[in-house]
């Protein structure tokens, strides 16, 4: 959670004894995306850590070149590491028959200003 946040704030660590200064050195750049971890970041207080870390670790599987080639923000099922029934309670996701929606993911323009 701690990372999450440093993250997305573009937070520095205010000396040696910061909760974020062990952190901040290390490179976290990868082939992952979040299109909204602004969005999800403000909604947080809504939702247990539980859901934020299923949502973050589903996120992190999906393919950035897909998404780029065709806009798809989706995870298929069939990419999910782990049964279904242990994240379909999930408020931060919703689960049709062949994806795994990630419900900060489909926001538009309009709706993040508000």
């Known amino acids: 959670?701690?990372?999450?946040?440093?993250?997305?704030?573009?937070?520095?660590?205010?000396?040696?004894?910061?909760?974020?200064?062990?952190?901040?050195?290390?490179?976290?750049?990868?082939?992952?995306?979040?299109?909204?971890?602004?969005?999800?970041?403000?909604?947080?207080?809504?939702?247990?850590?539980?859901?934020?870390?299923?949502?973050?670790?589903?996120?992190?599987?999906?393919s950035y070149a897909d998404y780029l080639a065709t806009g798809d923000t989706t995870l298929p099922l069939r990419h999910a590491p782990m049964a279904v029934e242990l994240f379909e309670n999930n408020r931060l996701l919703s689960i049709d028959d062949t994806s795994i929606h990630f419900l900060y993911e489909e926001v538009t323009e309009t709706t993040t200003r508000h």
């Open 1 to 62: 959670m701690l990372i999450f946040k440093m993250m997305t704030k573009g937070l520095i660590p205010h000396n040696k004894y910061d909760k974020i200064y062990r952190y901040y050195t290390q490179d976290f750049t990868g082939q992952s995306y979040l299109l909204h971890p602004d969005v999800l970041l403000y909604n947080l207080y809504k939702y247990e850590y539980r859901e934020l870390a299923q949502y973050l670790a589903l996120a992190s599987i999906r």
